[in-house]
Each structure stands twice: as structure tokens, then as C-alpha cells.
């Protein structure tokens, strides 16, 4: 069975740092695509970063560049967003997924995990 | 960036009607789009992918219609569990991989 499992969310203030983990089990890790997206409080989806199987191409969206690096760990099969210069505005549930094989839609997602930014 | 539009915003039907969804897009994306699924408190579900192909276990009475700029996403005999907010994703230019702002259905 697929699962992606999140973990590193919590409270930080504005400046700060955090390092968001998405550990996976159940599909052979290093062949898939993985990606972030975030949803701010009583809002809609944002795509925030994906990282190819390679592990060197990797996508971020503009509000976020110079600020999140997302990378991978084919020997743990999890997927990393770690994130700087923390904005009020990047408080967002965050969620990870997996990208399917014809890259065309995210077909497993985890639960997801909180980030608060706030003074 | 491609800008998806959704409409309506958010619809109330009863069991067993039909409900019809719509994602425009700012400029044509040919047949790059998925629609998920997004239960309160629980994360997005894919529904759709390449317009109109049903995800593992999505059962058949959600479809998807539609290529180049306008598309949508029918349920077409509404149950309970369907109330959700329903989002449409473009996967034609990117990044970024941009998402519709949702269309909440109630039932």
C-alpha cells in the first residue's frame, strides 16, 4: 500500500527556519517525480516545488524560490522542503504526493503538515 | 503562468441530481488537466487525469469532458459523500503547476 507520511511542521516566527519531511513507503521510491503543495488556512491549492526521480532537477514557484530547496533521499525514500526566510504568508497546511508515472496528476498525496508562521 | 478559473464558486444539490463543473484556462493546454477531490480536513484525492481518464477507484459515475481551454468535471447522480471542493489542475505549461480556486459542492 502507498503512503506518504509528513512530518516537521510547526510553530516559527517570521526569519526563521524549517525543515519539512515526507517519508514513503509501498512503491519503488526513486523512480517517481515527487512534489509539495500547500494550502494557507480556508484556501485553495498552491504547487509549490517537485524534484525529479533524478534527483537533480528540481521546480519551484516563484514566491517561494531563493527560500525553500526541496530534495530527496532515495535510501529512505523521503522527500525533503527545506525552508528559510519564513514568511506570515507561507502558513499553510503543506502536503506531499507523488507524481504519477506519465506525469499528469499527483496520484498519492499524504496527510499533510502544518506550518504556522507567527510572531 | 496559466491562470485556471472555476466556476461556480460553489453549487447545493440534492441526492441524485447532476452537478456540472467548470475550469476554464487562460490559454489553451490542450488535454493537460486533472481534477481532485478534497474532503474537509482531509488531503486532495485525484479524481481525473488527462481530461477525462478516472483515477484508481473513482467510480464511473464522475466524468470529464472538454480540451484546449474549457473543461468540465460531471457527477452524474450525486451522493452524500461527494460534498467536497473539486479543483482542476493544468499540467500543460509549467512551472508553475497552477490550480483552479475550487468549486464547493454540497449535497
Given amino acids: ?119 | 503562468e496559466i491562470v485556471l478559473t472555476q466556476s461556480p464558486a460553489a453549487l447545493s444539490l440534492s441526492p441524485g441530481e447532476r452537478a456540472t463543473l467548470s475550469c476554464r484556462a487562460s490559454q489553451s493546454i490542450n488535454t493537460y488537466l486533472a481534477w481532485y477531490q478534497q474532503k474537509p480536513g482531509q488531503a486532495p484525492r485525484l479524481l481525473m487525469y488527462d481530461v477525462s481518464t478516472r483515477a484508481t477507484g473513482i467510480p464511473a459515475r464522475f466524468s470529464g469532458s472538454g480540451s484546449g481551454i474549457d473543461f468540465t468535471l460531471t457527477i452524474s447522480s450525486l451522493e452524500p459523500d461527494d460534498s467536497a471542493v473539486y479543483y482542476c489542475q493544468q499540467r500543460y505549461d509549467w512551472p508553475p503547476l497552477t490550480f483552479g480556486g475550487g468549486t464547493k459542492v454540497e449535497i
Avoid at chain 1, 517517481?32 to 504547487?47: D, I, N
Fill in chain 1, 1 to 119: 500500500e502507498v503512503q506518504l507520511v509528513e512530518s516537521g511542521g510547526g510553530l516559527v516566527q517570521p526569519g526563521g527556519s524549517l525543515r519539512l519531511s515526507c517519508e514513503t513507503f509501498g512503491f519503488s521510491f526513486r523512480n517517481f517525480w515527487m512534489t509539495w503543495v500547500r494550502q494557507a488556512p480556508g484556501k485553495g491549492l498552491e504547487w509549490v516545488a517537485n524534484i525529479k526521480a533524478d534527483g537533480i532537477e528540481k521546480h519551484y514557484v516563484d514566491s517561494v524560490k531563493g527560500r525553500f530547496s526541496i530534495s530527496r533521499d532515495d535510501a529512505t525514500a523521503s522527500v525533503f522542503l527545506d525552508m528559510t526566510n519564513l514568511r506570515v504568508d507561507d502558513t499553510a497546511v503543506y502536503y506531499c504526493a507523488r507524481e504519477r508515472e506519465g506525469y499528469d496528476s499527483s496520484d498519492y498525496w499524504g496527510r499533510g503538515t502544518l506550518v504556522t508562521v507567527s510572531s
